[in-house]
């Protein structure tokens, strides 16, 4: 079955490092999306793709980055990691007609 | 300044009765809207979609009432059950910009057995 996995489901890193959460779908799906979730926010977009070597900045882009290189995969990289990114991220991904998205399971960062 | 709203972060039913979800927006370019479904340690799935053209829209247990005079939506469970106790997000998609979608804080929804 066709799916969109996360890795790793946890991590904690400590302030300053280089963090890359990873994003791999079997859908063959153009678009791909980064959300974190925080307490009384929901869901936030970092950064999006529309295909092969687009990325384009969301909400809250600042201190992460982003590349796509294939279609399965969307890397989110937490260039100086800080507390303010202690956070739940979802990485989602859907056709380019849809409007509904798959999300991933999450992966929980805690930044220390 | 949050474009959708849920303003209510939890909500505690009795199984069997109506649960009753709501979300307000002030986008007035926003089009198409969504309620996604979460579980702890999961992600959101998608649950129902209204398009602006319509003020209703139904699946089993799950309707979705538009009223986009007042800019706000309601999802309704009925009747509740205990695997409907997740976190609630509404999702709204704006027409003029790209299909990408805003959304809500959330709501906590409790079904008690």
């Known amino acids: 079955d066709a799916e969109i996995t996360q890795s790793p489901r946890h991590k904690i890193t400590e302030t300053g490092r280089q963090v890359t959460l990873a994003c791999h779908q079997t859908w063959n799906h153009n678009n791909m999306f980064w959300y974190r979730q925080d307490l009384g926010h929901g869901l936030r977009l970092i950064h999006y793709?529309?295909?092969?070597?687009?990325?384009n900045k969301g909400e809250v882009s600042d201190g992460y980055s982003v590349s796509r290189s294939n279609t399965e995969d969307l890397p989110l990289t937490l260039e100086s990691a800080a507390s303010s990114q202690t956070s739940v991220y979802f990485c989602?991904?859907?056709?380019?007609?849809?409007?509904?998205?798959?999300f991933g399971q999450g992966t929980r960062l805690t930044v220390v | 300044d949050q474009q959708v709203k849920q303003n209510s972060p939890s909500l505690s039913v009795q199984e069997g009765r109506i649960s009753i979800l709501n979300c307000d927006y002030t986008n007035s370019m926003f089009d198409y809207f969504l309620w996604y479904k979460k579980y702890p340690a999961e992600g959101p799935t998608f649950l129902i979609s209204?398009?602006?053209?319509?003020d209703k829209n139904e699946d089993g247990r799950f309707t979705v009432f538009l009223n986009k005079s007042a800019k706000h939506l309601s999802l309704h469970i009925v009747p509740s059950q205990p695997g409907d106790s997740a976190v609630y997000f509404c999702?709204?998609?704006?027409?003029?910009?790209?299909?990408?979608?805003?959304f809500g804080g959330g709501t906590r929804l409790m079904v008690k057995p």
């Open positions: 209204i398009s602006s053209i319509k």
């Open positions: 999702a709204a998609r704006a027409n003029n910009a790209g299909n990408m979608l805003t």
């Open positions: 989602a991904s859907r056709t380019a007609k849809n409007t509904e998205a798959f």
């Open positions: 793709s529309y295909g092969v070597q687009d990325t």
